[in-house]
């Protein structure tokens, strides 16, 4: 069994996009710079913010954080949101969500500039992907192809299971797996919470994808001998011995499945931390103007 170790893949990403930011800022060229918009005082959205902020900065970026409190109209953040699309200094920026629910959450997303739409989420983006035209990628799928990719696993011809179908997780990678690419050319099957015999898939299965947030959801008895299972659950379970109260689990029961598998990913350590690697690559492809020429 071969631990998919996304925090190394994660560093070893943000190494190599340093590198260029570094070349780019000796050849007098543009540095790349990201804005985040937040909403609220959410604990888990001022982390994950403050972590791509962070992020931006150890790679050489500018980035750019735009807070606003609970009661912001909705009106005030298109305007926000106009102001960055006609930046030229802004590449690529995102809103972080949720939004509060006095906000309609698909106007805000579908206001933003496909251009610069590095979370991947706006339908010209998905619809590009869906034909197959480069487009920006959601962060965790495109983490998952470079894990994949990176570790140089074989998924031409697998059967892979996707279990979960949300708009940023799971229906993306189930497309993207499908494609006629590596990583990809593999045969799909997308569960989800009306799947009935979630097991019966599952035991076919040479790639796992699990983005459901269920502890523990799937276990040795659904994994055949030698399958390829990547984790993007991530459920806080409370834990008295941790300073937070909590910890960090996954769909998988990691102890039991984990023998079985030619390869997986622990939670945390796995899937987690390619998402901010991948961000970070799509504000450098918009900077770079690779997507849309
Ligand atoms: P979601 O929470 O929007 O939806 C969950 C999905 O699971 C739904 O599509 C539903 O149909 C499916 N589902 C529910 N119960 C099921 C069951 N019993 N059997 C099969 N399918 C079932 O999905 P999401 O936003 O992709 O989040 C899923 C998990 O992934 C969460 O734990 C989330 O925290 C985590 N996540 C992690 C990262 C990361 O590590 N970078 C990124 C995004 C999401």
Avoid: W
């Avoid at 989800?192 to 699990?210: E, K």
């Amino acid at each position: 069994m071969i631990l998919l170790d996304g925090k190394r893949t994660s560093e070893a990403i943000q190494q190599e996009i340093a590198a260029e930011v570094a070349d780019i800022r000796v050849h007098g060229g543009k540095v790349p710079h990201l804005a985040a918009i937040l909403v609220g005082n959410d604990g888990g959205s001022v982390t994950y913010v403050t972590n791509k902020v962070l992020a931006c900065e150890k790679v050489g970026f500018g980035s750019t954080l735009i807070r606003y409190e609970d009661d912001v109209t909705e009106e005030e953040l298109l305007d926000k949101i106009q102001e960055l699309n006609n930046s030229d200094e802004i590449d690529g920026f995102i809103v972080q969500l949720p939004l509060p629910r006095h906000i309609n959450s698909q106007k805000v997303l579908e206001a933003v500039d496909p251009r610069k739409d590095v979370d991947g989420f706006h339908p010209v983006n998905v619809g590009r992907m869906v034909a197959g035209l480069t487009s920006f990628l959601p962060a965790t799928p495109y983490g998952i192809l470079q894990l994949l990719e990176r570790y140089n696993i074989e998924t031409s011809g697998k059967h892979c299971v996707v279990i979960g179908r949300s708009n940023i997780v799971g229906s993306p990678m189930s497309i993207l797996m499908a494609k006629a690419a590596y990583p990809g050319n593999s045969t799909v099957t997308l569960c989800h919470r009306n799947t009935v015999d979630l097991a019966y898939h599952t035991r076919q299965a040479d790639i796992i994808i699990s983005a459901v947030g269920i502890p523990g959801l799937l276990t040795a008895d659904m994994v055949k001998e030698g399958a390829v299972v990547i984790d993007v659950g991530t459920t806080r379970v409370p834990d008295d011995s941790r300073k937070s109260g909590y910890r960090l689990r996954g769909d998988v029961d990691f102890e039991n499945v984990a023998p079985k598998c030619s390869y997986i990913t622990p939670v945390p350590g796995g899937v987690g931390p390619l998402t901010i690697a991948m961000l970070l690559k799509n504000t450098l492809r918009a900077a770079k103007r690779e997507i849309y020429a």
